[in-house]
Nanobody
Framework: QVQLVESGGGWVQPGGSLRLSCAAS????????MGWFRQAPGKERDFVAA????????LYADSVRGRFTISRDNAVNTVYLQMNSLKPEDTAVYYC???????????????WGQGTQVTVSS
């Protein structure tokens, strides 16, 4: 069992930065791939970024590549999403997930956090 708690969301102006954190409980955190998804009002939950269990491999959606960076620290059971050059279209609830299978599809994830709101506006 893995429990995930996101934090770090908030309001930021366009062009600004935020860093999201996802703290995991459970001793098996390091065996899971981790991902970030986001869901805007009235839309589906979409893939943003993922990182392998070791941190050696990362994957990004085209819409965030070059602006967002995913990382993890297995010593403190936490995965991060550094978001730079934020745009209004990045506004959404951001969720982290833990996967024992693949990275990009929702149904590949075993556990989810409750989400954290990110709002980008002037």
């Amino acid at each position: 069992q893995v429990q995930l708690v996101e934090s770090g969301g908030g309001w930021v102006q366009p062009g600004g930065s935020l860093r999201l954190s996802c703290a995991a409980s459970g001793r098996t955190f390091s065996s899971y791939g981790m991902g970030w998804f986001r869901q805007a009002p009235g839309k589906e939950r979409d893939f943003v970024a993922a990182i392998s269990w070791s941190g050696g491999d990362t994957l990004y959606a085209d819409s965030v590549r070059g602006r967002f960076t995913i990382s993890r620290d297995n010593a403190v059971n936490t995965v991060y999403l550094q978001m730079n050059s934020l745009k209004p279209e990045d506004t959404a609830v951001y969720y982290c997930g833990a996967s024992s299978r693949g990275y990009e599809a929702l149904n590949e994830y075993d556990y989810w956090g409750q989400g954290t709101q990110v709002t980008v506006s002037s």
